[in-house]
């Protein structure tokens, strides 16, 4: 699927350059308890890659000679699945990092999970978590039945150990994705309608909404094809262009790191096969290099970076306008 999605649209996007690094993220592996429509990575149950404990142990030394770099956010598939994820968030909160668990929810559910998310709070990683609609129908069409019952139950998990509560310092972010393909709406519209929605059926409460595009790669870019609508996407996306956005991408302070310690400009460049490579076009890995040395180098831009910028922009944190 990698080589069959036309991301090179009628205009380049801008060349952008890489600042001081200040994040890492890692991806744990691919395996996920669910399977939803909108997913970038085409994690699921039956994906098998996960990063293993000497990758993990790379990611520590890093922290260790980088200080510069102070953020650690998790995410996969399912980042919890890993079996190294606790021993990764330890390490990380004794160096004082944040820690960012990308969650979706359901996890808090699973088998084998029943003190997750204690472990969070324990820890104070800050969670956010997938919720791409406040109304069941919409959530269970686009990541399955009863994904959103269970959702719902996640939520008050993490609300009843403090989570999103005013005054608590946990953090319950949660992230919305249109239902197809469209632009988000306005966030701070739609977060008020989240909170007043969450709050008045269901008592849950929590801090921000993050609204990210859908970006046009791996399942989400393979029902665009399927459907007839990935031209049309990718021109929406690049006529809703704002150069406002290109100073805030995520990719200017951000490390993206595979299950196999590869290292890429972001998630997205990730999943394409992307990767930040050396001058003799060999795969630069996380014991290969510093943040301090990649501050300055030209990030790997394609057609699908106009989901970053088109309209109030999007990024990891939501939207940059």
Not at 234 to 257: E, G, K, P, Y
Request: proline share 5%; with cysteine; aromatic share 6%.
């Amino acid at each position: 699927m990698l080589a069959t999605l036309p991301l090179l649209r009628k205009t380049p996007f801008p060349a952008l350059t890489r600042r001081r690094i200040d994040t890492l993220q890692i991806n744990l592996g691919y395996r996920c308890n669910q399977r939803c429509l909108h997913c970038h990575v085409n994690a699921g149950p039956t994906r098998t890659e996960a990063m293993d404990g000497d990758t993990i142990d790379q990611v520590i030394a890093f922290l260790d000679a980088n200080p510069g770099v102070r953020s650690l956010d998790l995410t996969g598939g399912a980042p919890e699945l890993n079996p190294h994820f606790r021993r990764l968030v330890m390490a990380a909160r004794s160096r004082d990092c944040k820690v960012i668990d990308r969650c979706n929810l359901t996890i808090l559910g699973e088998p084998g999970q029943e003190t997750l998310a204690d472990f969070l709070a324990e820890h104070a990683v800050e969670v956010v978590a997938s919720l791409p609609c406040y109304l069941e129908d919409n959530v269970n069409a686009q990541r399955g039945k009863g994904v959103f019952e269970a959702s719902i139950a996640g939520l008050r998990k993490l609300n009843a150990l403090g989570y999103g509560q005013p005054g608590n310092a946990l953090r319950l972010n949660l992230v919305y994705n249109p239902q197809g393909a469209s632009l988000p709406p306005p966030q701070a519209n739609l977060e008020a309608d989240y909170k007043r929605h969450l709050d008045a059926h269901f008592g849950v409460v929590f801090n921000q909404l993050f609204t990210l595009a859908n970006m046009p790669i791996q399942r989400f870019g393979s029902t665009l094809l399927s459907k007839g609508q990935f031209n049309t996407y990718m021109d929406l996306l690049q006529t809703a262009h704002r150069d406002d956005n290109l100073d805030d991408v995520m990719c200017r302070s951000q490390l993206s790191v595979d299950w196999q310690g590869r290292l890429y400009d972001c998630d997205f460049n990730q999943m394409l096969g992307l990767g930040i490579d050396t001058a003799d076009g060999r795969a630069l890995h996380l014991r290969d290099i510093t943040a301090a040395a990649l501050e300055g180098g030209a990030i790997r831009v394609a057609g699908h970076c106009y989901g970053c910028t088109a309209g109030q922009g999007s990024s990891c944190g939501g939207a940059l306008a």
